[in-house]
């Protein structure tokens, strides 16, 4: 698996160029919230779960950071429902 690169709000990861190949966005919209708003994954990596894997480490991250979230990207939202284990920290 290919490295993540974590910065606040955003996780992503760029291939041996630095082009950047996935990603997944979750800025903070109010104290303590943040919005899972936005994810890529390049087409060449298209089927090997790469978006489910931001996913994870997504909420992870909001976890440690002692967040909650709620999801505007349509793939989060489809990915939660799949993964209802996932929606401790989920505002809906």
Not at 60 to 71: C, L, S, T, V, Y
Request: with cysteine; aromatic share 10%.
């Amino acid at each position: 698996m290919m490295d993540l690169i974590y910065e606040k709000n955003r996780i992503f990861v760029n291939d041996e160029q630095g082009k950047l190949i996935a990603e997944i966005t979750f800025p903070e919209v109010s104290t303590g919230v943040v919005d899972i708003n936005h994810t890529f994954v390049d087409d060449s990596l298209r089927g090997q779960g790469i978006a489910g894997k931001l996913m994870k480490a997504a909420i992870e991250q909001i976890e440690k950071d002692e967040k909650q979230f709620f999801a505007s990207c349509s793939y989060a939202l489809h990915w939660l429902e799949k993964n209802p284990q996932y929606t401790d920290l989920f505002l809906g």
